[in-house]
């Protein structure tokens, strides 16, 4: 079975760091273009952070210079650290895996984790 | 960015009747390959999202064939025939064709009546 799952959401105060992971099983994070999307409180799904099969990575501009995206090959996981945290931050932070890309375009993110709870607060 | 608008924000219907969501896209979709690069999402109450259409009208993997996308180009619809109670939660459409800026709708409750 292809499933992913989060783990390190946590409760910190504004400027604070917290680290997630996404580890994958069944399939290959290396393999696939994979994404971390946030849901704020009542709100809908936004992209934070992609990384492409070949290791390119790119962030929202609303967390550009604050978090970073690493992969971990070796044990099949994603890691999202980030740092300077918000209020606005605070979110469901969801990773997903694309089910295909090409030259044209992402064709539908087909495995999603159950999401890690990231509350910033003072 | 792109900026992806569904209608309506929300909806109720009787179960075995149909239900129609859409989506408009700020710019085509529509690649010079003849794929269109939209997909279709539900999140169940406190679950996470699971595909339900990917490039505008293919059904993903265990999707019933009540679920049906269709459109193209800025202008795309999800259709749900014999509506059923498991079908409750929020829609999103999600513009696949512009990464790494992938943008989602902001999403369409459905209910029960």
């Known amino acids: 079975e292809e499933k992913l799952v989060e783990s390190g959401g946590g409760f910190i105060q504004p400027g604070g760091s917290l680290r997630l992971s996404c580890a994958a099983s069944g399939f290959s994070v290396g393999s696939h273009f994979m994404i971390w999307v946030r849901q704020g409180p009542g709100k809908g799904l936004e992209t934070v952070s992609v990384?492409?099969?070949?290791?390119?990575?790119d962030y929202a501009d609303s967390v550009k210079g604050r978090f970073a995206l690493l992969r971990d090959s070796s044990n099949n996981t994603l890691h999202l650290q980030m740092n300077s945290l918000r209020v606005e931050d605070t979110a469901v932070y969801y990773c997903?895996?694309?089910?295909?890309?090409?030259?044209?375009?992402?064709?539908?993110?087909?495995?999603w984790g159950q999401g890690t709870t990231v509350t910033v607060s003072s | 960015d792109i900026v992806m608008t569904q209608s309506p924000l929300s909806l109720a219907v009787i179960p075995g009747e149909s239900a129609s969501i859409s989506c408009r896209s700020s710019?085509?979709?529509?690649?010079?390959?003849?794929?269109?690069?939209l997909d279709w999402y539900l999140q169940k109450p406190r679950q996470s999202p699971q595909l339900l259409i990917y490039l505008g009208s293919n059904r993903a993997s265990g999707v019933p064939d009540r679920f049906n996308g269709s459109g193209s180009g800025t202008d795309f619809t999800l259709t749900i025939t014999r509506v059923e109670a498991d079908d409750v939660g929020v829609y999103y459409c999600m513009q696949g064709i512009k990464t790494p800026a992938l943008t989602f709708g902001g999403g369409t409750k459905v209910e029960i009546k």
């Open positions: 990384i492409y099969i070949g290791g390119r990575r």
């Open positions: 997903a895996r694309a089910k295909h890309i090409s030259f044209y375009g992402v064709e539908g993110l087909d495995v």
């Open positions: 710019q085509s979709l529509l690649h010079t390959n003849g794929n269109n690069y």
